[in-house]
């Protein structure tokens, strides 16, 4: 007999679901360990913790030693229109806390959100690279939000429209703040172009969302910048697209089941959705809810 159980056979002694047994691991209710980014639970301290179990407390209850506490209902990391939208259409009650998606990754292993929105390139190609080195002995899981086309916003007066990344040299470029996953992609691009930020005449300000890069070009403080289809299409921009990116949730397991994050889910799934992706232009939904990493 193992010295370890595996969840399935947690599940099965406790007579539970494994979503019960993943429940109970978030709240720090269960002797565990993490192991090749598997769970395994010591046979004898689960033992021990069935002659003192007690059901894990709810959110509000006073919160026993080395317990987790609930994580904040909060969706934080890159900043997308359309997932700014359907979660104050969805009526969810997940918070939005957009700011870019290395502050979102921070944030997560903090404990200060239920989800975060990634655009992340790595070398196997978007989010799967950062979420496995950093999220890899934890329950998160991360699913496609969306396919996004990226490119370079710029106004309709330019007398040379640019038709590369190099052809911005001398034009006022906008950037984004440094924890957006927008720089990173810009990075990528500079390095395949042989350029450097040197050769971007960047403005002093710094925009933090797609659509406040967009308002910041059309209003006439810069003349071009990386952004999104969508946001050129708002601001009525002219648009070069450079590269689809992939635009992940990665969400934490439990809160994924739990009600809140269900109803968006189930918002996503209906017509409506589909339809204000259109009307923005430049996504591509197909592949919504896709497993790409599920932790542990």
């Known amino acids: 007999m193992s010295d370890f159980l595996t969840t399935r056979e947690l599940a099965a002694l406790l007579r539970v679901k494994e979503r019960k047994v993943y429940d109970l691991v978030a709240t720090g209710s269960l002797p565990v360990r993490r192991v090749t980014g598997k769970l395994l639970f010591p046979r004898k301290e689960i033992e021990s913790w069935l002659g003192g ?44 806390f957009l700011d870019g998606a290395l502050d979102g990754l921070a944030r997560a292993e903090r404990g200060e959100c239920i989800a975060v929105g990634l655009h992340v390139p790595d070398p ?32 309709p007066d ?22 957006a996953g927008s720089e990173l992609v810009l990075d990528r691009l500079l390095s395949a172009e042989k350029m450097a930020r040197a050769d971007l005449r960047v403005v002093d300000a710094v925009e933090r969302t797609e659509t406040d890069l967009a308002l910041a070009i059309a209003a006439g403080r810069a003349d071009v910048g990386l952004g999104i289809a969508a946001a050129a299409r708002l601001h ?31 918002f996503c799934r209906a017509p409506a959705f589909e339809a204000r992706a259109a009307d923005l232009g430049g996504y591509d939904v197909s592949g919504f809810g896709t497993v790409h990493y599920n932790c542990c």
């Open 236 to 266: 009525n921009l002219r648009f070069l697209p450079l590269l689809e990116e992939r635009f992940d949730l990665l969400v934490w397991r439990k809160a994924y089941f739990d009600p809140p994050f269900q109803k968006l889910v189930a």
């Open 124 to 155: 196997q190609g978007w989010n799967v690279g950062t979420v496995e080195g950093r999220f890899c002995r934890e329950p998160w899981v991360l699913i496609e939000w969306a396919r996004r086309v990226r490119g370079l916003l710029y106004r």
């Open 53 to 96: 179990a007690t059901e894990p407390r709810e959110a509000g209850e006073t919160q026993a030693p080395g317990e987790r506490a609930p994580f904040p209902l909060v969706l934080a990391g890159g900043h997308d229109p359309l997932l700014d939208w359907a979660l104050r259409e969805s009526r969810s009650g997940i918070a939005a």
């Open 158 to 179: 330019i007398a040379r429209p640019p038709k590369s990344l190099k052809d911005v040299r001398g034009l006022r470029f906008q950037a984004r703040q440094p924890e």
